[in-house]
Nanobody, 124 residues
């Protein structure tokens, strides 16, 4: 079992930045590829970014490319999402996810573990 706890969400103005963090516990963190998904009110959960076990491979949704950066620290059992130039359409609950594979996935049901989510609200 892997426990994931997100932090760092909040209210920010359009064009601002936030850094989300996810702390993992329970299993060997470096055995898991990690991902970030988000869900806005009335919408389906959507992929944001994922990172491989080693951190050497990352992948982003088109909406995140050039603005968001996913990273991980296997020594600290954390994965982060740096979000810059935020837009109102980025408003959502952001979820950290883990799967016991070398590489991440953009498909939500391929992840075994999920955090409780952290709210990000971007005002215009």
């Amino acid at each position: 079992q892997v426990q994931l706890v997100e932090s760092g969400g909040g209210l920010v103005q359009e064009g601002g930045s936030l850094r989300l963090s996810c702390a993992a516990s329970g299993r060997t963190f470096s055995d898991y590829a990690m991902g970030w998904f988000r869900q806005a009110p009335g919408k389906e959960r959507e992929f944001v970014a994922h990172i491989s076990r080693s951190g050497g491979t990352t992948y982003y949704a088109d909406s995140a490319k050039g603005r968001f950066t996913i990273s991980r620290d296997n020594a600290k059992n954390t994965v982060s999402l740096q979000m810059n130039n935020l837009k109102p359409e980025d408003t959502a609950v952001y979820y950290c996810t883990a799967r016991p594979n070398t590489f991440g996935s953009s498909t939500a049901n391929e992840y075994a573990y999920w955090g409780q989510g952290t709210q990000v609200t971007v005002s215009s």
